[in-house]
């Protein structure tokens, strides 16, 4: 191959790849722009203040964002608060404190439970934890946001324990032996120097897990009830953005107030989703200067 | 004879028959050794020849890897460190170690010596003082005492090693170990811890590792070659580097110097 192809080839690809580069941002461009527009032509039908102030949602006369946004908030940190000790507390017993035979299971295991498609959750959160959930405490209806959290969370675990089970891996054990070395014992080490150490990267894998639990539609819809009634607690029958969006897209009239309305939703989605990443981003690095 | 020079020290650390195994390669063989009190013995020999190994079996470190086999007997103070009634905690507070590469913990500079005596249980009250001295002893005192709360990630390698040294002695060990701790530094920092190894030496034992025959002639009064995993000659520090007994070491040390 003489010189002058080389360096042709070598153009080529460069302008390939530039390429991709900019389709991507492209395309996210385009999704805002798409959500932005709609939502723009929602606003015009309906104010603002009455999207986020009225309390209902009922697409006939009212477009109150509070309810589903409660839902999704409500199974979202229900969820957290199983997934993140759980998930954590698998992490470091994965890299710290399993050997042999029980390490070399779990791992897989683990990334095997991230392979269930979320149909096949939702799918045990019907056939079975609900019907728990009713049997234990007394209730008539299990498909509520207590069952959701409870599935999300077992979805959020695999990527918080993988994410998380990385970035205490990679605290160096130089760093760990130092801390043996004046005397600390296991538990010390962990909460003093490896969980500190690994922090950026726990966080960054909450926030993904969190990312995992907010978008997630089709396990919310089938084990939660889609109640439009405005939530109470954890067992209400709820309903999330998601799962509204996933329910009323497929039958609203093209460009109607409700058409629009939706996109003003998948608008909030998106804003809240980017606003966990970039807390996550911020976050990193403030506490990325120790390192 | 070593025996000789031994009889106006007194042993601290007494390694007997001492067998290392990492899966089935035995790095460490039948190793006797005795480590004089308050003096500095160096541990030389080419690379490979289990100087740390051997180092890092005093502090029981390779309770950590777990296809590590030990047989012998290695007793610290008269106490066997094998000894299931021997707390591997206290032993290391006892027996500190500086690492070859300065590891200081992602904290604040402050907190990087605080963390030992927190741990170990020092009263609240006396750690700042604590700290403050043995940074003082560590000469990196007057370098970081604007910013303490700063990284000790943004010092430079020497400073950083010196403050590795200021956390292990914060503790108050008898024995300190040092595993090449100036085999990352330059010359000046190389120096500065030297002249620290001499100044520590009135309080502490310290066995020091170096593939720097120089810095072996330099700070300690015992030397240790190893080869291969054998220990081949012990004696005092001069008399190896003028007078060695075994052909093998004065190969060893004639190669080195050129
Ligand atoms: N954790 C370990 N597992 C297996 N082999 C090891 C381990 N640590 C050291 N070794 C081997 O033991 C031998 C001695 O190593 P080391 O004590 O580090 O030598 P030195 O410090 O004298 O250069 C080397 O051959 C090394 O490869
Ligand atoms: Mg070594």
Known sequence: MNNRLRVRIDKVFKVV??????????????????????????????????????????????????????????????AMAIAIPLGIGTALFISEYATGFVKNMLKPAVE?????????????????????????????????????????????LPTIITVAEDAIHAVPMTVKEASYGLGATKWATVKNIVLPAAYPGIIAAIMLGMGRAIGETM??????????????????????????????????PFQTTHYYGLFALALILFLITMAVNVLAERMVNRIRKFQ | MVQAALVKTKPVIEISDLNLYFGE??????????IPQKMVT???????????????????????????????????DGQDIFHKNTLVNKLRKKVGMVFQKPNPFPKSIYDNVAYGLQINGFPKDKIPQMVEESLR????????????????????GGQQQRLCIARTIAVKPEIILMDEPCSALDPLS????????????????????THNMQQAARVSDFTAFMYLGELIEFDETHKIFNNPEKQLTENYIKGHFG
């Not at chain 1, 309390?55 to 199974?75: I, K």
């Open chain 1, 17 to 78: 790849f530039r390429i991709a580069g900019f389709a991507c941002i492209a395309i996210l461009v385009s999704i805002f722009m798409m959500l932005l527009y709609n939502t723009v032509a929602f606003f015009s039908q309906i104010k603002p203040l009455d999207f986020i102030t009225d309390t209902q949602w009922n697409p006939s006369r009212h477009f109150g964002l509070l309810p589903l946004l409660a839902s999704t908030l409500l199974v979202t940190l229900g």
């Open chain 1, 112 to 156: 095997m439970l991230s392979a269930i498609p979320s149909v096949v959750i939702g799918f045990l959160g019907i056939v079975v934890i609900s019907p728990g959930i009713s049997n234990l405490f007394g209730l008539s209806n299990g498909l509520n946001a207590l069952n959701g959290a409870i599935l999300l969370a077992i979805m959020a």
């Open chain 1, 219 to 252: 396990t919310v819809l089938m084990a939660t009830g889609n109640s439009l009634a405005f939530p109470t607690g954890f067992f209400s029958s709820i309903r999330t953005i998601t799962a509204t969006i996933a329910i009323e897209m497929g039958e609203v």
């Open chain 2, 25 to 34: 390669k035995q790095v460490l063989k039948n190793i006797q050794l005795t």
């Open chain 2, 42 to 76: 160096a541990m030389i020999g080419p690379s490979g020849c289990g100087k740390s190994t051997l180092l890092r079996t005093l502090n029981r470190l390779h309770d950590l890897s777990p296809d590590a086999r030990i047989t012998g007997k290695v007793t610290i």
């Open chain 2, 137 to 156: 002893k560590s000469y990196i005192f007057d370098e970081v005492k604007d910013k303490l709360q700063e990284p000790a990630t943004r010092l430079s």
């Open chain 2, 190 to 209: 190389t120096l500065k811890i030297e002249e620290l190894i001499l100044e520590l030496k009135n309080d502490y034992t310290i066995v020091i590792v």
